[in-house]
């Protein structure tokens, strides 16, 4: 195993990283910057990230009561997964998809008799942050927003470092629970919760 004091290039304790996360971090730490690409090939092309996206707390969504300006606005996720909404209170949001927390709103606020009709919409405002680890300058948890790439991101963490591997990376997905490996390229489109690693080049 190759020595080093720092390998990641910041420490882990000042990062918020998720459960899933942790695994891929503590592998990396112990491995050093050199290793081996995945043989699998990432996809080019990704599904809008807000359609299947599960809000968490510390998430914003924009909410939208059609003709009903004093109902509609920006709300934050709560550290137990709510959102305080006008009139109806808290609304558990957590774990479900912006459409499924516009269908819960409509449903309250019916309920309770204060619109007979809502028509609700909810748009995902942030997402599950990304990482970006290895050889760069400022590896670290960086906001997501829809669009970005793999040199986007890596341009987040201040660019590669003069030992880094600039032609391809290794891309870490969680999918259905299960951690993947892919090889990726600059040009790779990435999601929200999603692990870069810049591999260091083997001179």
Known sequence: MKKTTDPMRFRFSTLRVPAFA?????????????????????????????????????????????????????????????IAFPLIGNVPASGITGKMLARRIEENLKRENFLQEPNVAVEVLTFRPFYVLGEVRQGGEFQYTS???????????????YRAVTDEVVLVRIINGKQMEYQATERTPIMPGDIIKVLERRF
């Open 147 to 161: 669009g970005m790439t793999v040199l986007s991101a890596i341009a987040r963490a201040g660019g590669y470092d």
């Open 22 to 82: 942790i695994l891929a971090l503590t592998l990396a730490a112990c491995s050093g910057s050199i290793g081996s690409f995945p043989s699998e090939k990432a996809p080019m092309s990704i599904e809008n990230p807000a359609d299947g996206y599960k809000l968490e707390p510390g998430n914003r969504v924009r909410v939208t009561v059609f003709n009903e300006p004093n109902l509609t606005g920006e709300f934050g996720l709560d550290p137990v997964g709510n």
